[in-house]
């Protein structure tokens, strides 16, 4: 079995757990390709002292990999989704970091979590993607044109809010007087899209949400709409250039563009252990519903 290791950071204390990530994949007899900075980063903190693999970086990844390893957060995933893109490679999220919504893996259960994941014991969570052009195109957004959580429009250089005009299908829906909108998929209605008001959606749920980020407009509220529907953008304001960002990624982009955001031709599979769930992950990560009389 080939698998491919991805980090960003290395957390505080984090050593014992990473060093029992590798230890239960040798174990299992397992090919162990480190992605190069991050090795870097290990040898920094630690002694490794078995040779691995090493390649400078992962936009070699090929489909001979069988599973990919990403170390951290629910940040790591989404990095880790650029170099995977449409290989259909699982990725395993193995939670470092604190919170770790995406990331199910967790740091005290690493080896039995393991051992489960290399016997076959789990299941794929399919998630979608978004995807977005341009018109004229723009060269930031060319590569890496999708995102898993959401695609965002957000004010540049200014206090002052934009004005974003909304078309879903072709047809008018409002112009959002705000700070900008947020079009999330259902995994990423647990991230930037809450946090703005917007719902909490089932990643199995075949819809993407529309959030306004602090709507002027009293009336203004989150709607859900079918993942097969096209939503078309075009946002003005007192500066000529405004914010997108997918994910962690954020071009500029003049006002005078318009933005074509639809569901992307390629999903991501997220290994999910047999006894995990979202609504388990919702309730333990997000204290669901919590209640002292529960």
């Known amino acids: 079995m080939k698998i491919g290791i991805y980090g960003q950071f290395y957390h ?26 991050f090795l870097n980063i290990l040898n920094e903190h630690q002694h490794v002292t078995t040779k691995f693999s090493e ?17 951290g957060g629910d940040g790591t995933i989404l990095k880790s989704i ?57 060269t930031d957004l060319l590569h890496l044109n999708f995102a898993l959580n959401e695609i965002a429009v957000n004010r540049k250089n200014t206090t002052s809010m934009i004005k974003v005009e909304t078309m879903v299908n072709d047809k008018y ?19 930037y899209s809450l946090s703005c008001g917007g719902p909490v959606i089932d990643p199995s749920t075949n819809s993407m949400v529309l959030t306004p980020i602090a709507p002027h407009n009293l009336n ?43 569901k992307a031709p390629f999903s991501i599979k997220l290994v999910q252990l047999e006894d995990d769930s979202f609504i388990k992950t919702l309730r333990n990560k997000l204290l669901w519903g919590e209640d002292k009389r529960n």
């Open 173 to 191: 829906l409002t112009s959002y007087w705000s700070d900008g909108l947020i079009v999330a998929t259902p995994t990423g209605s647990t991230g």
């Open 12 to 37: 505080e204390n984090s050593e014992s757990y990473i060093q029992l990530i590798l230890d239960a994949l040798q174990n299992n007899k397992a090919e162990i390709v480190i992605e190069k900075n």
């Open 82 to 138: 650029t170099y995977v893109k449409d290989l259909g490679i699982p990725i395993v999220g193995i939670n470092t970091g604190r919170l770790g919504f995406l990331a199910t893996i967790q740091k005290e259960e690493i080896t039995s979590s393991i051992s489960q994941i290399l016997a076959n014991k789990f299941v794929i969570s399919e998630r979608s993607l978004l995807s977005i052009e341009t018109t004229p195109p723009n």
């Open 220 to 262: 203004a509220r989150p709607l859900v709409i079918p993942d097969n529907s096209t939503v078309t953008l075009k946002v003005s304001g007192r500066e000529k250039t405004y914010l997108v960002s997918m994910d962690s990624r954020i071009a500029t982009v003049n006002a005078d563009t318009t933005l074509i955001i639809k």
């Open 55 to 71: 390649v400078s970086s992962f936009t070699s990844l090929d489909s001979s990999y069988d599973l990919f390893f990403s170390i």
